[in-house]
């Protein structure tokens, strides 16, 4: 479920290039304006020097000028190794929320750094995922993260458009224009579950309009899907909210048994989640569903995802509702004018803002089910990874049980060969620190001991399975 949509019920919480320019990292003496380039829709600075400290690594951040009074921010980094080959992965929450800003992904699970807790200095992260890519990490809808100015994104099919007019900029563009010809990789968490799906369907879409000579554009291929604690199908997660407080694997029983039988009959009994999700569902996507997708959605969130959380974290049941890990510090950071300045941020850093998210509330869109598309890109061969639970086991939010459910009821060409595929362990250097299923082109990974945001408890492992997925190989021990 998103994971602002939890943390808004709880009152708490947060919720996922370069160019071989040869530039040299921007003079600090140099005016703000003067590192400013204009180019098709483009406003960034170069080279700031903050985060990615490596030598030689280029970086740019900024905005792109989608529409009137649209700024998405983005912020690009271009590989360690071999930037001019590596391929080009958009961390897109794409962290989540809906309206959670992928600064969270960079700063806290696969980017080039970390923020120490002075709030004021980084260190740099051994495991980012630019070590194999080229990464670009955008806030979206407009109003999360960095970006600003008229939202009316107010539902998942809606963000779509938004993303690929930006992909229009990028690739037209000076800058970014190599990359149309790399593999593109979309990697998307939580609220990713409904992003992912809808992204491609909708770039897959418009690229055969562009081929078709009824538009003009760049097409936008994507060749991996890679989903880590996805929101899929809350028909089937909220079930699973019951499942999971039942026997949580490696944990146990999580709530009491009367908390337990309480939930059972919330989610069965007449007029309860189960019912009302099927109603969502059978409304379609008309605006006459909106107000019985968003009461499905309010019913199951107070009596299937409350309760199973208890007073526990909802990211990792081994902490409580004032879990530490993964750290805030780098907010602190991001809303220092100095490093603002560097950056090109031309706006307050703003997390999870309430705006953006409730205008996905408004019309229900989280009770809505992303599985049909999924199922749609799956059985069309796309390289998909569903990473659940952000770290395996430990995340009630989205978690693994509900996850690896949904992957099960997809109607694709090896649903009955997943179904009869055991799950074996993934080692690295005889540790074991995944079970995974591979059935043809499609991985599904339970990563242990992490929570919902898996590279920042395990990060050796999720850059290896991130190497792999890269190489085009099913998941396998090392």
Not at 89 to 102: D, E, Q, R, V
Not at 318 to 347: C, D, H, M, T, W
Request: with cysteine; charged share 15%; proline share 5%.
């Amino acid at each position: 479920m998103g994971l602002t949509h939890h943390w808004l019920v709880l009152g708490l919480y947060i919720l996922t290039c370069a160019v071989g320019l040869g530039a040299t990292p921007v003079s600090r003496h140099k005016t703000f304006k003067s590192l400013i380039h204009r180019d098709l829709g483009l406003r960034f600075v170069s080279d700031s020097g903050v985060c990615e400290t490596t030598p030689g690594v280029h970086q740019m951040s900024g905005y792109i000028e989608i529409g009137t009074d649209m700024s998405m921010w983005f912020w690009f980094f271009e590989a360690r190794n071999n930037p001019e080959t590596a391929p080009f992965t958009l961390w897109y929450m794409l962290n989540g929320g809906p309206g959670c800003s992928s600064m969270i992904g960079l700063f806290q699970e696969n980017g080039p750094c970390f923020v120490n807790p002075d709030g004021e200095t980084t260190v740099l992260n051994p495991n980012s995922w630019n070590t194999l890519s080229n990464m670009i990490y955008i806030d979206q809808p407009i109003g999360t993260g960095f970006s600003f100015g008229t939202d009316d994104v107010d539902s998942t099919l809606s963000a779509a458009p938004p993303v690929w007019q930006a992909f229009q900029i990028l690739f037209e563009s000076g800058e970014f224009s190599k990359f149309q010809s790399r593999e593109l990789i979309l990697a998307t968490e939580s609220y990713g579950g409904h992003y992912g799906p809808a992204f491609v369907t909708y770039f897959d879409q418009q690229n055969a309009l562009i081929q078709s000579g009824q538009i003009q554009g760049e097409q936008v291929v994507v060749s991996r899907l890679m989903i880590n604690n996805g929101w899929y199908d809350p028909l089937i997660q909220n079930k699973a909210y019951l499942d999971f407080a039942t026997n949580a694997p490696g944990y146990g029983q999580l709530q009491s048994d009367d908390v337990l039988q309480q939930m059972s009959e919330d989610y069965f009994a007449p007029g309860g989640c189960k019912e009302q999700e099927e109603a969502c569902y059978a409304a379609g996507d008309g605006k006459t569903s909106d107000k019985i997708c968003r009461d499905a959605d309010n019913f199951c969130v107070d009596k299937l995802f409350i309760p199973a959380v208890g007073d526990r974290d909802s990211d990792d049941l081994r902490q409580n509702s004032s879990a530490l890990f993964p750290p805030e510090f780098y907010v602190n950071f991001l809303n220092i004018p100095e490093i603002q300045a560097k950056i090109g941020a031309e706006a307050k850093y703003q997390e999870c803002p309430d705006a953006p998210f409730l205008l996905f509330v408004r019309t229900g869109d989280d009770a809505r089910t992303l599985l049909p598309q999924l199922a749609a890109l799956v059985d069309s061969g796309l390289k998909t990874l569903i990473w659940s639970l952000k770290a395996g086991d430990a995340d009630i939010n989205c978690n693994w049980l509900g996850g690896h459910a949904s992957v099960l009821a997809m109607d694709w060409f090896g649903k009955d060969q997943l179904a009869n595929t055991p799950f074996t362990n993934m080692t690295i250097n005889g540790k074991a620190v995944a079970a995974i299923q591979n059935v043809d082109t499609f991985s599904f990974a339970r990563v242990y001991e992490a929570g919902h945001e898996v590279p920042a408890f395990q990060p050796e492992a999720s850059l290896e399975i991130f190497r792999q997925i890269i190489a085009g190989e099913q998941l396998h021990s090392v």
